[in-house]
């Protein structure tokens, strides 16, 4: 990811215009449009308010908007989740933080046995357009309770959009668009992606579509599949297997977990027959479980090699930094399976 | 409180409607032409009627799954509820809920819900929509007694409780959670009580006693339209059938103790204020006669009209217009999801 300075400090209004900030920014900048664009647009959650975020995405917006629209809940998050559930249901569009996604688990009938199931059980007749923003990821030894990703349970879940975007203007485009949406819809972020910095658009109407993977490194030789913070990771790797072996890999971030493009995967597969999926959370079960099924299916003729998979190795998370270093998807794991599906060494 | 005949007889014509419609349930259930499950609310009537009858016609509802009587009392037609239990295209639900989830926006009713005290959280946000949205109205949400046990109930009332939401938690109280009673399960048993822990208006009555059910209940609504304070209302009643169509309800509780509650059945107990108001035998027969011929019609109904198309198997699920997002998830997709899913209308 750059690290470049801003670009522009114009306050230009053409439609093209950037301006370099953090993921964290770019999500707030989605949330103050959105408010200011839609009355109905609310904001709930743990210590969003007063506290301004336990991660700062809302910080300022309570200042701006006041207690009504930036609300401060309970520790309740099954009840605030369903609350948000039957606001949308009457026409609102309650935008729910979770501090991180463990937390949501306790919120799990709400999101999984009520939210998914408004549209088909009730025959369409009343819609849920409610957004639950929540981080997932490991990494500050925040031990076995507070480092998990389980956006794969939630995609797995017919009636549910989960999209996790993996860039600055992706958080912006991405959080927009869920906000629009007329479906319940969980956007994944991620506790390290936060400081990252990226080139945002500034035009408030700028969306990235639901559903859409992005090429985000045009290679040849195999293709890294990965969202949210696996795709910094890949994209890392990716820069040091050309500089390091020669090797030119293409990096398809996901983008949207449901709707997962699939056509946008195995087209790159097609083209370079071999492919490494990479998540933060556990393999097994999980969304490069679902990536592998998919792409043997898709791509079965073109497949020079297996399918392979880089996640969380399967253990709860340990609290010792080495422990859990060695624990997650980092770039020489990342690197070494990249090498073993090329049949390369390190 | 002062009900008029005619009110009372127009509320003794929904109670009616109700026992002839989960009489005719239970039939058809064991006829196999209803499945999954069918809690049946015999015996509730007064407290279903009586609760709903409070309500104005724009006040939202929200319930548990015993819920057809909600339903019809709250004016959804018998055809389109029991075309839903029969799974039929026409049903309220589009064939899509089943006995359990019944809905009509249009009159605000926001659905049966099946999970224990699921539909609570829900109500307390139906109840911020209409605070956000400066409505004087309030919202209606029926649970059982077994659902007093779950932590939804506590979140909930508490935040209705802190941010002043215009919800009456209605806690129909039939002594059961299933099979257990509420003394084996709840450290309270007078179960309103709990509302003191969140500093929340409650009363507990009667909820076989019509009149006292709706003064109970309009008095809370009225209260929660005002001035937004949310009330716990507890109606102690008793359902003469089991928890569902396959619970006989015997294992738990004796034919005695059914018999005895047989004995103040809600419906014989309008039907002796009716009587006494001047309402010949004749007439209250013809009422009860009317009720089931309007119940066999929906039978008949429901037995006619379509099963819902395969075509539409996804229907609903995601919002119109959503099947472009899901475009690219064709690919490699499971055997069958091409034509089951992606055809049967996704996102459409």
Redesign the interface.
């Known amino acids: 990811m750059s690290t470049v300075e801003t670009v522009t400090n114009e306050p230009s209004l053409e439609p093209q215009a950037t301006e370099v900030m953090t993921y964290r920014e770019a999500l707030r900048l989605a949330l103050r449009e959105e408010l200011q664009r839609d009355e109905?647009v609310?904001i709930m959650g743990e210590e969003v308010g007063v506290f301004e975020g336990a991660y700062k995405v809302t910080a300022g917006l309570m200042a701006e908007f006041g207690a009504?629209r930036v609300r401060d809940?309970?520790i309740?998050e099954?009840?605030?989740?369903?609350?948000?559930?039957?606001?949308?249901?009457?026409?609102?569009r309650?935008v729910v933080e979770i501090m991180t996604i463990n937390f949501l688990l306790v919120a799990m009938?709400?999101v999984v046995?009520?939210a998914a199931k408004i549209?088909?059980?009730?025959?369409?007749?009343?819609?849920c357009p409610l957004v639950i923003r929540t981080p997932n990821g490991a990494g500050n030894q925040l031990t076995a309770q507070h480092s998990q990703s389980f956006e794969g349970w939630f995609a797995s879940t017919?009636?549910l959009?989960v999209v996790a975007p993996a860039t600055p203007a992706d958080a912006k485009g991405l959080l927009k668009s869920a906000i629009r949406?007329?479906?319940p819809v969980l956007v994944v972020e991620n506790l390290a992606i936060y400081k990252e910095r990226g080139e945002v658009p500034l035009d408030p109407e700028f969306l990235t579509?639901?559903?859409?993977?992005n090429v985000a490194r045009r290679g040849s030789d195999i293709t890294l599949v990965a969202h949210s913070y696996a795709t910094v990771r890949a994209l890392h790797v990716a820069e040091r297997l050309a500089r390091d072996h020669g090797v030119d890999a293409e990096v398809v971030d996901l983008r949207?977990l449901?709707?997962?493009?699939?056509?946008?995967?195995?087209e790159s597969v097609a083209k370079t027959s071999r492919a490494v999926c990479i998540e933060e959370g556990w393999p097994s079960y999980g969304v490069t479980a679902e990536l592998a099924?998919?792409?043997?299916?898709?791509?079965f003729d073109y497949l020079d090699a297996p399918v392979e998979r880089v996640g969380m190795a399967e253990v709860p998370l340990p609290y010792a930094k080495q422990l859990e270093l060695a624990a997650m998807p980092g770039e020489d794991r990342i690197e070494a399976a990249v090498l073993a599906t090329l049949g390369l060494r390190a | 409180m002062e009900i008029s005949k005619q009110t009372l007889s127009r509320l003794y014509e929904q109670m009616l409607l109700i026992r002839s419609f989960e009489t005719a349930s239970e039939r058809e259930y064991k006829a196999a032409l209803i499945g999954g499950y069918c809690h049946l609310s015999s015996g509730q009537e007064a407290a279903t009627v009586g609760s709903t009858y409070a309500l104005e016609a724009d006040d939202?509802l929200?319930t548990g799954y015993r819920c057809h009587g909600f339903a019809l009392a709250r004016g959804v037609p018998p055809e389109a509820v029991m075309a839903e239990l029969f799974g039929r295209a026409g049903?309220c639900?589009?064939?899509?809920?089943g006995s359990m989830?019944l809905?009509d926006?249009g009159r605000g009713y926001?659905?049966g819900?099946g999970?224990v005290a699921?539909q609570?959280?829900?109500?307390?946000?139906?109840?911020?929509?209409?605070v956000?949205?400066q409505r004087r109205q309030c919202v209606l949400c029926e649970l059982g007694d077994g659902a007093v046990n779950m932590?939804?109930w506590h979140?909930?009332l508490?935040?209705a409780s802190?941010w002043q939401l215009p919800v009456v938690f209605l806690v129909m109280n039939n002594e059961y959670g299933m099979g257990t009673s509420v003394e084996r399960a709840s450290a309270v048993t007078d179960l309103h009580q709990r509302a003191a822990a969140y500093g929340m208006r409650s009363e507990r009555i009667d909820g076989n006693d019509l009149p006292a059910v709706i003064e109970a209940t309009s008095d809370l609504t009225a209260a929660a339209r005002d001035d937004r304070t949310p009330s716990v209302l507890e109606l102690v009643t008793y359902r003469f059938r089991g928890h569902s169509v396959a619970d006989p309800g015997l294992s738990y509780r004796t034919t005695e103790e059914i018999a005895e509650h047989a004995k103040h059945d809600p419906l014989q107990r309008v039907r002796a204020t009716l009587v006494a108001a001047g309402v010949s035998e004749d007439e209250l027969n013809a009422l009860a006669a009317e009720a089931e011929q309007r119940v066999l019609a929906a039978v008949e109904w429901a037995r006619a009209d379509a099963a819902p198309e395969v075509s539409e198997l996804?229907?609903?699920?995601?919002?119109?217009?959503?099947a472009?997002?899901?475009?690219?998830?064709?690919?490699?997709?499971p055997f069958g999801e091409r034509e089951l899913v992606f055809a049967g209308g996704l996102g459409q």
């Not at chain 1, 449901?258 to 195995?266: F, S």
Request: charged letters at 15%; one cysteine or more; glycine letters at 18%.
């Open positions: 109905h609310f009504e809940t309970p309740s099954e009840g605030f989740v369903g609350a948000g559930v039957g606001a949308a249901m009457l026409g609102e309650p009938d709400q046995n009520h549209g088909a059980m009730f025959g369409g007749q009343v819609r017919p009636g959009k949406d007329e479906d579509p639901i559903g859409l993977a949207s449901r709707p997962l493009d699939v056509d946008t995967v195995a099924a998919r792409i043997q299916k898709a791509c | 939202r929200i049903g639900a589009h064939g899509r809920g989830h809905l926006v926001f659905g819900w999970i699921g609570l959280p829900i109500a307390t946000g139906l109840a911020l929509a209409l956000r949205q932590g939804a979140e909930s508490n935040l802190v996804a229907k609903g699920m995601y919002a119109p217009g959503s472009a997002q899901f475009a690219g998830m064709l690919a490699g997709a």
